[in-house]
């Protein structure tokens, strides 16, 4: 079925059908494989799917630390129901060719002290029992039980991955460090660089927290010219009201909404 309608610079295009609701974001395989998937999204307009090319498409995995998981450091339920449908996704994404990519807010305590204020200052409202300033070359202070470790500092226990998705990390699978919010916010990141080097055009988001780290990267690829697609039930948040406006804005602005239903259901097609 011949599209309606065409999106974006020439050899760079989206198409959609109007019969069947769908947005063509493959390039016409010019790029990638020859192969395509199909999936239904789950916010407006009704009935609406996207196809995507496995082999130019990544799965991009937001925080998912013992940081903001592990019981010792934080309650929340919202982000640990993330995790079994991520583990569910990573799966399927294997089993299609679609690349897996993970982001951990990470920083040598060297960076502390260059951060801008904002985000100095940031840290301070989100953790207002910790001093601010970089540890001191001693021994740093440990508070056992709760948040081990300097924060969100390389090699902390507090900023490994959470275990049951560290174990589904395979050694082709990067790995990115970011010390923004956003893992986008330049292209000197790493991540950016990675997506660039595998030639990669749309990026499943999830993790945690959706208002936050996964909204900054998503908006930062939307901006950068990546097609963005937020997995709902695959990313949460602790903030009120706040996943259901953002599934809007993305659904309605930066791209597409889907979950893990939609994309286990996704099968593959030439």
Not at 97 to 114: E, F, I, N
Not at 128 to 139: G, N
Not at 204 to 217: E, I
Not at 237 to 263: D, E, I, P, R
Request: charged share 20%; aromatic share 6%.
């Amino acid at each position: 079925m011949a599209p309606d309608l065409s999106f974006g610079p020439q050899g760079d295009q989206w198409y959609y059908t109007r019969d069947t609701k769908t947005y063509d974001l493959t390039r016409g395989n010019g790029q990638g494989s020859e192969k395509k998937l199909t999936m239904a999204t789950t916010q407006s307009p009704p009935d609406t799917s996207i196809t995507i090319d496995p082999a130019l498409s990544a799965l991009v995995v937001v925080d998912m630390q013992n940081y903001f998981l592990d019981a010792r450091c934080r309650d929340y339920p919202a982000g640990l129901a993330t995790v079994e449908p991520i583990l569910g996704v990573i799966e399927k994404c294997r089993e299609v060719g679609v690349q897996v990519r993970s982001l951990a807010q990470l920083g040598p305590p060297r960076d502390r002290s260059a951060r801008p204020p904002g985000q100095r200052a940031a840290q301070l409202l989100a953790d207002p029992d910790r001093p601010v300033a970089p540890p001191p070359p001693a021994r740093p202070r440990r508070r056992p039980g709760r948040r081990p470790g300097r924060t969100l500092m390389a090699g902390e226990w507090n900023a490994a991955i959470y275990p049951p998705l560290a174990a589904a990390v395979r050694p082709d699978d990067a790995q990115c460090a970011k010390d923004r919010m956003s893992g986008l916010w330049c292209e000197s990141q790493p991540l950016w660089r990675h997506l660039e080097d595998a030639n990669t055009r749309t990026l499943l988001f999830a993790g945690v927290n959706t208002d936050q780290c996964v909204l900054g990267t998503l908006t930062n690829a939307y901006n950068a010219g990546w097609d963005c697609v937020m997995i709902e039930d695959c990313c949460a948040t602790t903030t009120a009201n706040a996943q259901g406006v953002c599934l809007w804005n993305v659904a309605n602005s930066y791209g597409f909404v889907v979950n893990s239903k939609s994309l286990a259901e996704a099968s593959l097609a030439r």
